[in-house]
């Protein structure tokens, strides 16, 4: 099986696109008010539409940030599947598939979202991201000069001469 051409840069490309999604969503809430948000919680029968209206609109427009930046990648796509799940189930189901044309409104559109998202969990946050860096590997492929693995010398291309190699372990290592 081939491998894939460059996995980092789609992890990438795909944390910026939802992030970005959910920061325009989340954005116009936050900044232009929450009522209206509050207001179309209260009329599909959502209790504590106020508050509910609050926690979509920080998640959305925060959890996009996070998502942009790649930190806490894992916990922010499953409360932003959470979200997108339950806007399926109050809100687009009842408009069918579709978001445009027959059936407008639908669910289509979060499927997608909860797809990518669910993508990012399975796969990471890739790099460059913040979990990258604060993860304990991200320093552990060189580390410290005295935390190296030892260095054996193994013989150059005509026998005499050796060459440093660094040992390696795992299953990507050579056969001793």
């Known amino acids: 099986m081939k491998r894939a051409i460059n996995p980092q840069l789609g992890q990438l ?13 989340g954005a116009p809430k936050l ?30 427009f925060f959890g996009g940030i996070g998502l942009v930046i790649g930190a806490l990648v894992t916990p922010l796509s499953v409360l932003l599947m959470i979200h997108m799940l339950m806007g399926i189930l109050l809100v687009h189901i009842g408009n069918g598939w579709y978001v445009i044309g027959p059936g407008q409104g ?3 559109f979060n499927v997608l979202l909860i797809a990518g998202l669910l993508a990012l969990i399975l796969s990471g946050a890739g790099q460059p991201s913040v979990d990258a860096m604060m993860s304990p590997e991200a320093g552990a492929e060189r580390g410290p000069v005295e935390e190296r693995p030892p260095v054996e010398e193994r013989p150059g291309p005509s026998g005499g001469g050796g060459q440093a190699a660094e040992r390696r372990e795992g299953p990507d290592a ?3």
């Open 13 to 25: 490309i795909l944390r910026l696109v939802l992030g970005v999604i959910f920061i325009s969503h």
């Open 106 to 108: 639908g669910a289509e």
């Open 31 to 60: 900044f232009g008010g929450v009522g209206a948000t509050a207001g179309f919680f209260d009329g599909i029968g959502i209790p504590l539409s106020g508050l509910f209206a609050w926690v979509v609109t920080l998640l959305e």
């Open 174 to 176: 050579p056969m001793s």
